[in-house]
């Protein structure tokens, strides 16, 4: 998937990262990817042990793949 931006004259094609192909996600894409809303992961997030946080700096991110297996690992069939 692409973007026109336009900045002055020149137009720029931005590629963007579909979700499913990133390796970490914001808590905003996660709750998007996963259909979970974002202060249940906020709080999966604080949980002690997390399997699937990734901390920069302050900023917490979601680590996809180990959130995927979390998530299938919880699901009863």
Known sequence: MS???YQ???PRIIERVPIHLKMVLTIREAAEYS???INKIESMLRQPNCPFVL???TRKLVKRRAFEEYI???VLI
Do not use: P, R
């Open 8 to 10: 002055g004259c020149e």
């Open 35 to 37: 259909n979970i809303g």
């Open 3 to 5: 973007e026109k931006l």
């Open 55 to 57: 901390y920069v700096g």
């Open 72 to 74: 299938s690992g919880k």
